[in-house]
């Protein structure tokens, strides 16, 4: 019985550190990448650059002044390897390259990119290229977060270690935002648009005046991971004890999308903090057999 003990008590063991390494690899995953371009193409490992705030994202109220029509977004249950219309030719001249975002040069070893947005078809191929780091299939799903603690630090590797800790718990396959694609790829697509502001709203007319490029790519991104996905269940990590706020990027531009993609039966409310007295419980938030109502699409993705 002792030996019995002892094994369970490593078997936790080894559970509660694999959950703290992967927390603290979210963390890192969530801060600026500083790393330069890879000597070799890139490897299928992703990451997220953008840091959230205390709660999550908010959308601005510049653009909540003046909205997009809400749609139905609807996209085809799988994708091809897309990488728009990019040339088989086997010159390195960048130029025949037809792109709408950057692409990865396997003869010169280095990004090319354009000032064109990417269209939100091709962030969703990303999520479901499955030879490229896309974490989109259907054993796989997608999970959320909002107004849950994020700074300092030390909040944020907690808040993560214990959303990694339940999925791993509960046998979950599952990915985020963070994680949904390759990470070089997100790194040099989204530091080009941060660096390249000005060109970007010149070359896309979607872009209203004043509008921040890399907001939108951000958005679009996330809203993406949310028409991406191919699993029944999604879940939503949020505290069971408020909501979440109104202009929350989920509430806005996630959970919206995340409603209307045909694949998605059933998303699952979880608060992940253990001072919470529902600690861990899964709670329907909204099903599909229920026939609960779409949540309103106060903003899609313009490209």
């Known amino acids: 019985m002792a030996l019995m003990a002892k094994i369970v008590l490593l078997f936790w063991l080894a559970i509660s550190l694999a959950n703290m390494v992967q ?32 709660t999550g994202p908010t959308v601005p109220s510049l653009l909540l002044k003046d909205t997009t029509t809400p749609v139905n977004l609807t996209f085809p249950t799988t994708y091809t390897n897309i990488t728009t219309n990019i040339s088989n030719s086997t010159t390195s001249n960048p130029s025949h390259l037809h ?33 490229d780091a896309g974490r989109a299939t259907r054993e796989s799903s997608v999970w959320f977060y909002t107004n849950l603690p994020m700074q300092p630090a030390e909040e944020r590797a907690q808040t993560f270690l214990n959303i990694l800790g339940y999925l791993m718990r509960s046998g979950i396959d599952a990915y985020s935002v963070i994680d949904g694609t390759n990470r070089f790829w997100l790194r040099t697509q989204r530091n080009h648009i941060t660096s390249h502001l000005a060109e970007y709203w010149a070359a896309n007319a979607v872009l209203r005046p004043g509008e921040d490029a890399g907001n939108v790519f951000d958005w679009c991104y996330y809203q ?74 106060p903003w899609v993705c313009p490209v």
């Open 23 to 54: 927390a603290r690899w979210f963390e890192r995953a969530l801060l600026q990448d500083t790393i330069s371009n890879p000597p070799m193409s890139p490897p299928s490992t992703p990451l997220m650059d953008v840091i959230h705030d205390a």
């Open 99 to 131: 792109r709408r975002q950057c692409i990865w040069n396997e003869h010169t070893l280095q990004w090319y990119c354009d000032f064109r947005l990417p269209t939100m078809y091709e962030l969703v191929s990303h999520y479901q290229d499955g030879q």
């Open 224 to 297: 993406a991971a949310a028409a991406a996905t191919l699993n029944p269940d999604a879940y939503l990590f949020t505290r069971s004890d408020q909501a979440w706020r109104w202009n929350s990027v989920w509430q806005w531009i996630e959970y919206p999308q995340l409603a209307r993609n045909p694949d998605v039966q059933r998303i699952w409310r979880i608060d992940p903090r253990p001072e919470s007295p529902n600690f861990c419980e899964s709670r329907l938030l909204w099903s599909r057999e229920r026939r609960d109502p779409l949540p309103p699409m």
